[in-house]
């Protein structure tokens, strides 16, 4: 859906929200898809990428804020449609910065040999929770989803150049709650709700808790800023990722974009970057990646990978 198709549906223009976001179109799932079927389409386009079978597969950790169902676990449904079921299987709810929750409680399991193959999706239908006839947030969001497979680490994948995560910090931050949230709940309103957003204070809290967490990786990792060769960061607004690497002397050449086609797809947004930056050859083996993603709550967080 372009800026102009949702023009037609909202008083807005794309000259308005290219502006103040740089998104130009989002996707919008259609009505026999839903936050399990992308998953699932995920999940499978990461196996065939990484060249492994599904069966293969013991351990799922799924970002979403908009799950199937209540309960159970959108990630067993994806469990069961990839025929890998007896393994562990849960959903991680983190909103924006849900894809490395999950990413680090999945790479915890693996290291404690709770698991040796993982699937990490993140996984939102957003256009089911928007409000379209507020034009402040439903411009902002797309649907999507994203995945990565994630192997426990071994004496030939060891070392300091090894592929893997090498440093992880994640934070919350309750107080913040009103900021960016849905207004409703099985347990407050009995209903689905709609997002509703404070847009200028959560850009301000965005720059400065994630300049702050990406400083914290690199201090833990004990990298220097120019080391590392791509960010990838949640795709959130065009301005909070340019105040965000001007904040840490990071090249905006070396910053991942890719709201403008898929506007902010939250929990998915992180993986379906990363995608996008392996797919055109910029990202290649061996290079040291930043992850880094803040959403409702406030949640945030940041890992640094070797690809």
């Not at 060249?51 to 169902?69: C, E, K, M, Q, R």
């Not at 983190?94 to 699937?119: E, I, N, P, Q």
Request: include cysteine; glycine fraction near 8%.
């Amino acid at each position: 859906m372009t800026n102009a198709e949702l023009a037609e549906r909202v008083d807005t223009s794309d000259e308005w929200i290219t502006a103040r976001t740089g998104i130009r179109q989002r996707h919008v799932a259609g009505p026999d898809e839903t936050t399990a079927t992308l998953a699932t389409a995920a999940a499978h386009a990461a196996l065939a990428d990484a060249g492994v079978d599904a069966s293969s597969i013991d351990l799922i950790v799924l970002a979403t804020a908009t799950p199937d169902n209540t309960f159970p676990a959108t990630a067993t449904k994806v469990q069961d449609a990839l025929g890998c079921n007896g393994g562990i299987a849960f959903d991680v709810a983190a909103v924006c910065s849900g894809f490395l929750y999950a990413l680090s409680v999945a790479d915890s399991l693996l290291k404690t040999g709770m698991a040796k193959r993982a699937l990490v999706i993140g996984a939102e239908t957003f256009s089911r929770i928007l409000d379209w006839e507020d034009r402040t947030t439903c411009v902002l969001f797309g649907d999507g989803a994203g995945a990565v497979v994630l192997e426990a680490p071994s004496a030939e994948n060891a070392g300091k150049d090894a592929p893997g995560i090498l440093c992880s910090r994640l934070h919350a931050d309750g107080a913040q709650h009103d900021l960016l949230y849905v207004d409703g709940g099985p347990s407050t309103t009995q209903t689905v709700g709609h997002v509703r957003m404070r847009g200028p204070e959560v850009f301000r809290h965005a720059v400065v808790n994630l300049a702050a967490v990406l400083r914290e990786v690199i201090e833990d990792a004990g990298v220097s800023v120019d080391a590392i060769d791509w960010v990838v960061p949640h795709q959130a607004n065009a301005r909070i990722l340019d105040a965000t690497a001007k904040k840490l002397g990071i090249s905006p050449d070396k910053v991942v974009i890719t709201v403008d086609r898929h506007a902010n797809t939250s929990a998915a947004s992180v993986p379906l970057a990363l995608d996008v930056a392996r797919k055109d050859g910029r990202i290649k083996a061996g290079d040291l990646v930043m992850l880094e993603a803040m959403g409702g709550g406030f949640t945030w967080g940041a890992s640094l990978i070797r690809m």
